[in-house]
Each structure stands twice: as structure tokens, then as C-alpha cells.
């Protein structure tokens, strides 16, 4: 079978390597579709460490049942999405529902040195398994990121949300435009997106932005916040991006109290004003992904249609142009690949 190598710093490299073999009480699911996600990238250009040539990469993904073990509840057939974050479930994290945090959790789709989804076969326990219906693989597969901006966007109360007048999102990449389409979703009135290159701000309005600003030619990036939102700022921010520039807009844009949501996780380490944190009190949360409950909740609110992921997918490759997407990527100057999705039809 086909599968995506990353064998080095800015080398990706097509391989024929054996069908997996189920272990017991493992399926066989043959991938459909495997999204890339930022953090692929940032690997494949050795930024991160948080993958370890060589291996496969891709965690965000959709498949079909090819094999079901004995006793399995899904028949051969079945569409699913893949939780990709395995968890031992006995761990005092696990057990208080944050598997995102389990401290026994060997293996994590396509991170690290563990091979992931960007091939045409994998196998998984029924645990990680989420059924759908009624959408393409395509759009199954969005369930991961759409999760994470899911989790980001809960840490902020229906009241927070309902009370804000004005909420920064900063960046208009994949998960800065699903957070954008969550507090949509949840009532957010007036949302402000941030983002350094035209083509994504253009993209965001599309998908319910309220206002945009590039901070990169706006000049004073508060000062073009105040004006936007009449000199109040804004009372929540969330950011998408994860280095040193875009944490200090989230917090530049807040007023007194304000609360900035961290999901952005490109650079280990970041510098922010901590006077202005510590003198404006203003509270900052992280989030790292999902609960499996978020993952559940965003396979079924895609399945329901209830937001349109479509417009980010900005491109579908086939598996066998795996190399090439990275490529695409590395050469994304305009923003204009914003979610490359391989399929394997």
C-alpha cells in the first residue's frame, strides 16, 4: 500500500509498505480521507521536534471498516472518524474525561516517532471509533481540528460569549476560521479576525467575520482594534497561531478583565507583556485539543451540517501527491492553501 514518509527536514518521500495486520480486537480501515494539519507541516520543516523521521504522519482522518475483529459492534463497512489520540483510560486524568491529558498514552496518529493516517490502511481499537453518515470523508475527517477549536471556544461560558460585544480570533488559518465558526454557531455577535495575509481575511469574512484586520499593514494593530470596536476593545480573544506576535495581539486587544483563550502551539516558547497581563488583570487560558465527548460532538454537528467546513478545504489531492502537498504548502506565500485533504478513492 501507499503511504506518506516524512524521512527527513523538508523531505516527504512516497513508499510501498505492507497492509497492516490487525491486532486482536483491532479493525482494518481503510483511510478515505487525511487532512494536513499545521503541526504536520511545522514538522515536515523541522520546527517542533513533535515528529521523528522516519514515519507517517496524519491525525486527522476518515475512513471505512475494511475488517472487524470478533464480537466488534461495526460490520465491514461502516464510515468512521478516528479519534487519533489513544488513551489508557485508568489514569486520574482519564478518569476525570481529560484523555487529552493521559499520562500512561503511548501512541498519538502520526506524531512523534508513531506512524499515523497518510496511507491507505490502518488499524484502531472500536474505542476511537465514530461512526457518520450523510457527509463525505472529506468533511468526517475536519472532526479533528473542528474539535480543537470546539474545546478552545468552550473554555468561554455561554454568558462570556453572549455578554462579549467584541471577540478577536487571531489567525485565519484552519483552526482560527473553525473557532470563528464556533462562537458563530454559538451567538457571538461582533468577531473580529486577525490574520497576515489577505486572501485568509477575504476567506473569513466569507465565513461570518464581522470585521478583519492585517496586522501586518494595518500599522498600529491596537489602534486599528479601538477603532473597530468604537474604543471599547474587545472582551475576549482567541488565538490560533502560537508564536510571540500573535499572543501579544491576543492580549493588545483586550480590554480591563479581558480573557484571551491560548489554542495556537507553533513555538515552545512565546513573549507577552506580562505588566499589562498582571496590571489589567486579564486571564489566559490554555487549551491542548480535545476530549473524546468534543471529538463525538463535532463528528455529529458535521454529520448534522450545523457548520460548512467546505470553504476552508481549499484543496483535495490524492494520496499518491502526498510529496507534492507538502510542497504546495512550502510554497504558500499567498495563504491560498489553507486545508489540503488527501483522499484515497
Known amino acids: 500500500m501507499k503511504a506518506v514518509y516524512y524521512v527527513g527536514d523538508l523531505h516527504m518521500e512516497m513508499r510501498d509498505i505492507p497492509v497492516p495486520t490487525p491486532a486482536e480486537g483491532e479493525y482494518l480501515i481503510k483511510i478515505d480521507a487525511c487532512g494536513i494539519c499545521g503541526s504536520d507541516y511545522e514538522g ?8 521523528i523521521a522516519p514515519m507517517i504522519m496524519g491525525h486527522e482522518c476518515a475512513g471505512t471498516i475494511e475488517k472487524a475483529p470478533a464480537g466488534g459492534s461495526y460490520p465491514p463497512g461502516t464510515k468512521v472518524a478516528i479519534f487519533p489520540k489513544f488513551f489508557c483510560g485508568e489514569c486520574e486524568n482519564c478518569k476525570k474525561g481529560l484523555v487529552n491529558l493521559c499520562t500512561n498514552a503511548s501512541r498519538y496518529l502520526g506524531v512523534l516517532a508513531d506512524d499515523g493516517a497518510m496511507t491507505e490502511y490502518i488499524c484502531a481499537k472500536e474505542t476511537y471509533l465514530i461512526p457518520y453518515e450523510g ?3 472529506d468533511i468526517a475527517s475536519m472532526a479533528e481540528p473542528a474539535a480543537v477549536a470546539y474545546n478552545g471556544v468552550s473554555k468561554l461560558s455561554d454568558e462570556q460569549i453572549a455578554s462579549a460585544e467584541n471577540i478577536l480570533v ?10 470563528l465558526l464556533w462562537l458563530k454557531y454559538r451567538g457571538a455577535k ?3 479576525v486577525s490574520d ?5 481575511l477575504e476567506l473569513a469574512k466569507k465565513m461570518g467575520a464581522d470585521a478583519t484586520v492585517n496586522p501586518s499593514t494595518c500599522g498600529d494593530f491596537t489602534q486599528a482594534i479601538s477603532e473597530l470596536t468604537g474604543g471599547k476593545m474587545c472582551d475576549l480573544s482567541v488565538e490560533a497561531v502560537g508564536i510571540s506576535p500573535t499572543a501579544a495581539s491576543s492580549i ?4 480591563d478583565a479581558g480573557m484571551a483563550v491560548w489554542i495556537g502551539n507553533a513555538a515552545k516558547m512565546v513573549s507577552i507583556d506580562m505588566q499589562k497581563v498582571v496590571t489589567k488583570e486579564l486571564e489566559i487560558k490554555g487549551n491542548y485539543i480535545y476530549s ?21 478545504i481549499t484543496h483535495h489531492m490524492d ?20 486545508k489540503i485533504i488527501l483522499t484515497n478513492d
Open 170 to 179: 487571531v489567525g485565519a488559518g484552519t483552526i482560527g476560521l473553525l473557532v
Open 44 to 51: 515536515f520543516l523541522g520546527k517542533t521536534g513533535r515528529r
Open 252 to 255: 493588545d486587544a483586550l480590554k
Open 135 to 137: 457527509v463525505s470523508a
Open 190 to 192: 461582533h468577531v473580529i
Open 196 to 200: 497576515a495575509t489577505d486572501f485568509r
Open 319 to 338: 494520496l499518491s501527491q502526498g510529496v507534492e502537498a507538502f510542497e504546495r504548502l512550502r510554497n504558500n506565500k499567498d495563504g491560498r492553501a489553507v
Open 292 to 312: 473524546l465527548d468534543d471529538f463525538k460532538t463535532c463528528v455529529r454537528l458535521l454529520a448534522e451540517q450545523r457548520i460548512d467546513v467546505r470553504p476552508m
